[in-house]
């Protein structure tokens, strides 16, 4: 036996594999905006500006993709940054320094991503 051990979870193929994975997705979707502020409220923004982005911002479709990807992008790193806090969390509530640069680095993503967003809509109305 190598030394390299497989997740015990691991190991379903083909398309029973693509269905736990689907139900896993939604499931973490179900969690951050059950339990994440920051995502409920993302959520929301995403909710008005990507319809915005595609039936009212008058853009090239080059630009509406900017726009939607940008404002998906802030979800995505908004799971990303509440999965570090949450497996931090799970290690240990104590204080720690590699704790704090963990959180604060997942805190640092969402803010380049939210600069982002407002750059890249910033652009598209007003460039």
Do not use: C
């Not at 240990?92 to 939210?114: I, T, V, W």
């Amino acid at each position: 036996m190598s030394s390299h051990q497989e997740s015990p979870f691991k190991g379903k193929t083909g398309v029973k594999r693509l269905i736990n994975a689907f139900g896993y997705s939604l499931d973490g979707l179900r969690a951050a905006y059950r339990h994440e502020d920051a995502f409920r409220q993302l959520t929301l923004l995403a909710m008005v500006l990507v319809p915005l982005a595609l039936f009212v911002v008058p853009a090239t479709p080059l630009a509406r993709a900017l726009l939607v990807a940008s404002s998906l992008a802030t979800l995505i790193i908004e799971l990303f940054n509440s999965a570090i806090e949450a497996a931090v969390d799970h290690t240990s509530l104590e204080r720690h320094p590699l704790a704090k640069r963990a959180k604060d680095m997942g805190s640092a993503a969402q803010l380049l991503g939210l600069i982002n967003l407002g750059l890249v809509w910033g652009l598209v109305l007003f460039g």
